[in-house]
T-cell receptor
Framework: GQNIDQPTEMTATEGAIVQINCTYQ??????LFWYQQHAGEAPTFLSY????GLEEKGRFSSFLSRSKGYSYLLLKELQMKDSASYLC??????????????FGRGTQLTVWP | GAVVSQHPSRVICKSGTSVKIECRSL??????MFWYRQFPKQSLMLMAT?????????EQGVEKDKFLINHASLTLSTLTVTSAHPEDSSFYIC?????????????FGPGTRLTVT
């Protein structure tokens, strides 16, 4: 199976920076995704890493180390609307089926004024 | 951008009945669609991978005779929950992988909230 681990909850204040970590152990790894999900809604795509290194996209950045099975999502200049669950997901390509995503339990981020 | 719809958005059914949920890719063709289930305050659990024109591949522990998946065209996949029980109450979400474009991205539907009474 896939072992994907991320913290359950985090809190931060507006304007601050927060880093959400994710570790994973899986075979057939072919990339790691971060999604944002508000309660009762579908996940929305934030980032995708397949090679080691940092990908920056506006206020959000994502990092991957394949050798360490580790990723983080960095959120800068936090806003109240960033309060949501952040899901780490690994893509597994095995056999004839490509593109399966396995999700961590999600990190519920609360941003305080 | 790529849009995925689901119907219905909410459904309430009685125990023992069957419910069909539709997942459509509106402006693109999807050879592969995925079905997920999410219980309250938990993450998404992959149930099955649905390939157009072939049988679905189910994840370990998911009963294929209870959760019937049909992917009859490149834009439509359906999930039928047969003989539903209260423990099947959950948020069901589909996603679609875009044919021919960047192979990594999946687009998620808005989800279907199923309540079995």
């Amino acid at each position: 199976g896939q072992n994907i681990d991320q913290p359950t909850e985090m809190t931060a204040t507006e304007g601050a920076i927060v880093q959400i970590n994710c570790t994973y152990q899986t075979s057939g790894f072919n990339g790691l995704f971060w999604y944002q999900q508000h309660a009762g809604e579908a996940p929305t795509f934030l980032s995708y890493n397949v090679l080691d290194g940092l990908e920056e996209k506006g206020r959000f950045s994502s990092f991957l180390s394949r050798s360490k099975g580790y990723s983080y999502l960095l959120l800068k200049e936090l806003q109240m609307k960033d309060s949501a669950s952040y899901l780490c997901a690994v893509r597994v390509d095995r056999g004839s089926t490509l593109g399966r995503l396995y999700f961590g339990r999600g990190t519920q981020l609360t941003v305080w004024p | 951008g790529a849009v995925v719809s689901q119907h219905p958005s909410r459904v309430i059914c009685k125990s023992g009945t069957s419910v069909k949920i539709e997942c459509r890719s509106l402006d693109f063709q999807a050879t592969t669609m995925f079905w997920y289930r999410q219980f309250p305050k938990q993450s998404l659990m992959l149930m099955a991978t649905s390939n157009e024109g072939s049988k679905a591949t189910y994840e370990q522990g998911v009963e294929k005779d209870k959760f019937l998946i049909n992917h009859a065209s490149l834009t439509l996949s359906t999930l039928t929950v047969t003989s539903a029980h209260p423990e099947d109450s959950s948020f069901y979400i589909c996603s679609a992988r875009v044919l021919g474009l960047a192979a990594y991205e999946q687009y998620f539907g808005p989800g279907t909230r199923l309540t079995v009474t």
